[in-house]
Structures are given as C-alpha cells and as structure tokens.
C-alpha cells in the first residue's frame, strides 16, 4: 500500500468484538487472565495497551521498520535509545541537534560515564571515530539550522566502524524521508510534532528493523516506564490519518516563504534545505522526497532589530514546539537551545538574532502579509 492508505489502515483495523471503525481507547490498568500464565495478549498497561499497539505498528510500517515502541515524550525515547550503551562508551553526535538532546548527553548521560563528543559534517565524523565509539547520533533536517547530513554516507561509515547509527527524524517526518531505508539501525521521533501535528499531545517514538536493538529498547520501555497514556495513543493515530495531507501543505508554504525571506532586505540569512543555492540542497534532493515545513533565518540589525520583529507578529504565535497545523515562531537562544552556553550557541552557529519558525498550513496570502509586516 501506498503511504497514505498505510497512514490511515496499518495496525487500525476496525475493533473484532464491534466492529468499530477507529482504534477504541483502550483505557485500562489491568486485563483479565483465564489462568495463572495464560492471557491474550495484554497483562499490565504498561507492558502493553492496544491503542498503544495500533500505534506502534502504525509507526513503524511508516517508516519501513519492523518494530516500533512508543514512549511518553521525544526525550523518553531518546533517552531509551542511548540506554543501549554502557558507561565508557562514546557517542558521537551532529554538531547541530536539539538543545534537549544536548542536554540529556551533557547534564545526565555524561556524569553517568558516557563519553560525549560532537562532529560538524561527514569528515569530521572520520576523524573522531574511534573504538570506543558505540553510537552515532544525527539529526538531519537539524535543529535550528536544518542542515541536512547525507544519512547513507553516514551510515556506511557506522556499518564499517560497527557502531549504531540513530537519525533524530522529527524535522523531516516519515512522509518526507525515512532513513532506515538509508542505512540507519534506529529512528527517533518526538510525535508531539509533525506526527500528531495538532499540538495537543506529548509523545515519541523508535523505530529499528533490528530485532536486538528493538527486544533491548522495548525492556527498557516496561522497566523504566515511560510510555504514552492510551488516550495520547489515541490522538497520535488520529494525527498520523492526515499527516500525508498536511505535510504537503507544511512544505508548499515553508518552500513559498523561504523565497520570500530570501529576498527580503531587513534578513541577513535564510536556512531552509529547499532553496536552490543551498549548500544542503543536493544532499536533500537525494534524500528526501520534500523538504520539510520549518524555516530558520537572520534578521538584520541583531537582537534588538529580532526582539522588535518578535513583538510585531499577529499570527505566528511565539511558542515552543513545532509541527502543528498553526504556525510558530521561536527564539531558539532562549527557547529551544537555552540549555546551551553562549559560548556554545555561537560556537554551532546559533545567532542572536536567529528565528526558526515552523510553517503551519493556514492560507499562504495571510502567512506571508504577518512576515511582511513583522519585518516592517
């Protein structure tokens, strides 16, 4: 099956004892067992739900994955993912990710025992590779900047140093690019973003073909427990029915307003992977089959030029997150990326005067006229 119908009819088949057409909300603890050791399928919710069920399969045939897992939040499934490692180990991450993964290496993963260490493109990569290196680590589209890593590269370099390979693939979205069929062992998603695309639910997700990596992450997902409720279950399957729909929306907006902003004299740059004069342009061409509704820029007169453009917006709303069907502005300094120093920020490029907004998939006309005013 296509894309689209896989969205809608994967792991959703109408409910055996009614014949009910949507995935019920299966809002239970606890399941009844004939005998001690004889079930059907379900013994504690936090083992296992059926929403959840519909979901994970969902998930993963979206991806073109064998096995998928749920988890309550991004973060929770990220976090499940670097659980495969052990103290000693190194995992080597893309330069450019988000501020909370950044985090999560730094302030958790690092005084635990994991060796940390960044890499800015494919020959960096080469050159801090070594033995102790167990994971690769990358976003692509990335955030804030959306560059774009060349995943099979990536992941050829991984295959042959032996080292796991996982893509952060939130930006993208498995409509856009799925980086299993890349060569990637495990995909990531926070599902609050594009996958529930309505901005009323937190959740994440992996997403491997490798029956080892998924058996290891799936114990962690029951021991440590952080999986979604059924009714978040619930609400990212029905986000995921139209992500297809929306996501042309999302890019055919964001692809019209990064050439607006392009050409605009009050912005200094833009970032997005779908204008032609890109230096991620090719890499994403081949890549991906769009290039995503998030567009990052540089307004000219520094921070005091952006907080006043800030200030001025009517419909971009200044929030946190991302994906949702309404359209988001973000100061990634002191938002999304405040858990990084200045020095740090700078470092990675990350400006003072640098906005990121997620296109949402309200009429173009009005996207458009609340950028040019904003500007002035």
């Keep these: 099956m296509k894309f689209e119908t896989r969205a809608i009819h994967e792991g ?12 019920p909300v299966y809002q239970t603890t606890t399941y009844q067992q004939e005998a001690i050791g004889k079930h059907k399928g379900y013994e504690y919710s936090r083992t296992g739900n059926p929403t959840r069920s519909a979901l994970e399969e969902a998930l993963a045939s979206l991806e073109g994955g064998a096995y998928g897992l749920a988890f309550a939040s991004g973060l929770a499934a990220t976090d499940a993912v670097l659980r495969l490692l052990k103290p000693g180990d190194q995992v080597l991450a ?28 494919i020959a960096d990569l080469n050159k801090k590779i070594n033995p102790s290196t167990r994971m690769v680590w990358i976003e692509s589209p990335t955030n804030p900047l959306l560059h774009v890593m060349d995943i099979q590269k990536v992941a050829e370099i991984c295959h042959e140093e032996k080292v796991i390979l996982a893509v952060d693939n939130t930006f993208a979205s498995p409509y856009f690019q799925n980086p299993l069929g890349l060569g990637a062992d495990i995909v990531v998603h926070s ?37 979604p409720a059924p009714w978040d279950c619930w609400l990212t399957l029905r986000g995921v029915k139209t992500l297809s729909v929306r996501m042309r929306e999302h890019e055919k907006n964001a692809q019209a307003l ?47 030029a952006t907080e006043k453009v800030i200030s ?35 470092h990675r490029g990350i400006q003072d005067n640098l906005l990121r907004l997620s296109i949402g998939i309200e009429h173009l006309d009005d996207l458009k006229k609340d950028l040019e005013q904003a500007l002035g």
């Design 12 to 23: 959703q088949e109408p409910e055996f004892t009614t014949g009910a057409v949507i995935v």
């Design 94 to 121: 893309g330069e450019d990710l988000y501020g909370g993964t950044f985090r999560l290496l730094e302030k958790v993963f690092k005084p635990w025992g994991l060796q940390t260490d960044y890499f800015k493109d």
């Design 191 to 227: 599902t609050t973003k594009y996958l529930g695309g309505h901005s009323d639910v937190i959740g994440g997700a992996v997403i491997t073909s490798n029956p080892d990596y998924y058996e290891r992450v799936k114990f962690i997902q029951n021991a440590a427990g952080g999986v």
């Design 258 to 304: 990064a050439e607006f902003l392009q050409s605009h004299p009050k912005v200094e740059r833009v970032y997005y992977p779908g204008l032609k004069d890109s230096p991620d342009y090719e890499v994403a061409h081949k890549q991906m089959r769009g290039f995503g509704g998030m567009v990052s820029f540089e307004v000219k007169g520094g921070f005091p």
């Design 312 to 346: 001025r917006f009517k419909i971009f709303l200044l929030a946190e997150s991302l994906g949702g069907v309404e359209s988001l502005v973000c100061y990634p300094p002191e938002m999304t990326h405040a858990s990084l120093s200045a020095e740090e920020r700078k």
